[in-house]
């Protein structure tokens, strides 16, 4: 049995990795800061290694018996005067370094969906540094790609609350957004599998369009979708740069540039976004 070690435990997809290990009973430990979450997960002190992987002296050793790191380490809003190269880039090469001194076997790292085609993004700048050192390590990789979370869907479901959802374009553009869990299956699947790099979405290829009438079904909402000249975006784009820090602009820049090209990546899975968004209504309703 393979000896994982998760980083990016306490994070939406880390989360849900961490889950699905319990699940199936693997042998893993889960790297955090504040191990309280880990332990709210149900999980044993004896799993759990306290640790920040911005910081390499804190990770000296946590390493040692590992057969495969797992990291999903990165930040989509900087806190804490953190910048992506701190937490995308260097947290990464730290871990990396480590695993190198520890004979660790596999490197699997989460990146995002054409992210090698982004590169001029403050957030795909630094995953993709780390992607090429990664390359070049000498140790078995799997970069995964995956397409948007659902968690990130929730901003069309915001939209539609008030009964209007806004898309830049005529909304055709395409992708198929998938769910923690389905990409959590695939990261695990992929521990005994040689292929490099996995782009990966979920079942469902939707257009903006559809994705915006989903949400407002999901309300119970007529479907009222408004579509904004393209121009619109990439002011906003303009000024995001031009008047705020990265710390504010990136996540919008890296959103904004998504929504202005289709995302279409091989489909699996069985997690579906209207149950996804029907739950999340209900929710709120209750």
Do not use: C
Not at 55 to 63: A, F, H, P, R, V
Not at 69 to 82: A, H, M, Y
Not at 266 to 272: A, K, M
């Amino acid at each position: 049995m393979k000896n994982i070690i998760v980083a990016g435990a306490t994070g939406y997809l880390g989360s849900h990795i961490v889950k699905l290990l319990q699940s199936q009973e693997k042998s893993f430990k889960a790297i955090a800061r504040n191990k309280q979450k880990l332990l709210n997960f149900g999980l044993d002190e004896s799993q759990i290694i306290t640790a920040e992987v911005t910081k390499s002296e804190t990770l000296q050793g946590i390493l040692e018996n590992a057969d495969v790191v797992i990291s999903s380490v990165g930040i989509t809003r900087q806190k804490d005067g953190l910048t992506y190269m701190d937490v995308d880039y260097q947290a990464n090469i730290n871990l990396l370094e480590e695993a190198k001194r520890a004979g660790v076997q596999k490197f699997i790292y989460i990146s995002a969906v054409n992210g090698d085609k982004m590169r001029h993004l403050k957030i795909m700048a630094a995953k993709e540094k780390f992607v090429d050192t990664l390359k070049t390590s000498g140790l078995a990789y799997t970069v995964f790609r995956p397409n948007g979370f659902f968690s990130d869907m929730k901003d069309f479901l915001e939209m539609a609350k008030s009964g209007t959802v806004y898309l830049f374009g005529d909304g055709n553009f395409k992708l198929n957004p998938i769910h923690g869990a389905d990409l959590a299956k695939a990261i695990i699947e992929s521990i005994e599998e040689n292929e490099t790099e996995i782009p990966v979405g979920g079942p469902d290829l939707l257009t903006q369009n559809e994705i915006g009438e989903i949400a407002l079904q999901a309300w119970k909402k007529p479907i009222k979708i408004m579509h904004l000249p393209d121009w619109i975006r990439k002011f906003l784009i303009f000024l995001l740069r031009t008047f705020t820090s990265s710390k504010t602009y990136g996540p919008f820049e890296f959103f904004l540039t998504l929504m202005a090209q289709d995302n279409i990546t091989p489909r699996y899975g069985q997690y579906r976004l209207k149950t996804f968004f029907e739950k999340e209504v209900d929710q709120i309703k209750s």
